[in-house]
Nanobody
Framework: QVQLVESGGGLVHPGGSLRLSCAASGSIFSINTMGWYRQAPGKERELVAAIAISGNTNYADSVKGRFTISRDNANNTAYLQMNSLKPEDTAVYYC?????????WGQGTHVTVSS
């Protein structure tokens, strides 16, 4: 099993920045991909960004150029740097990990972008 601990959410003004962190523990040897989904009120959960153990990344079109995902494999932690935040980025952000033997989700962290 893998346990995920998320941190870094909060309230920010439009145009501001936040950085989310996701630390994995447990059966981490089986993790390939780490990333984040988000879910806004009344909407379906959507992929925000993902990073493979190789370093390959994937982003939602809506966040390209504003968000950057990175990964510290030595510490089994992923980061999501979110810049130029917009009100439409308001959502609960869920960290996830995926591998041949594991699929796990974090508890979610709230991101609110409002003036």
């Amino acid at each position: 099993q893998v346990q995920l601990v998320e941190s870094g959410g909060g309230l920010v003004h439009p145009g501001g920045s936040l950085r989310l962190s996701c630390a994995a523990s447990g059966s981490i040897f089986s993790i390939n991909t780490m990333g984040w989904y988000r879910q806004a009120p009344g909407k379906e959960r959507e992929l925000v960004a993902a990073i493979a153990i190789s370093g390959n990344t994937n982003y939602a079109d809506s966040v390209k150029g504003r968000f950057t995902i990175s990964r510290d494999n030595a510490n089994n932690t992923a980061y999501l740097q979110m810049n130029s935040l917009k009100p439409e980025d308001t959502a609960v952000y869920y960290c996830y990990v995926h591998g041949p033997l594991v699929n796990a989700w974090g508890q979610g962290t709230h991101v609110t972008v409002s003036s």
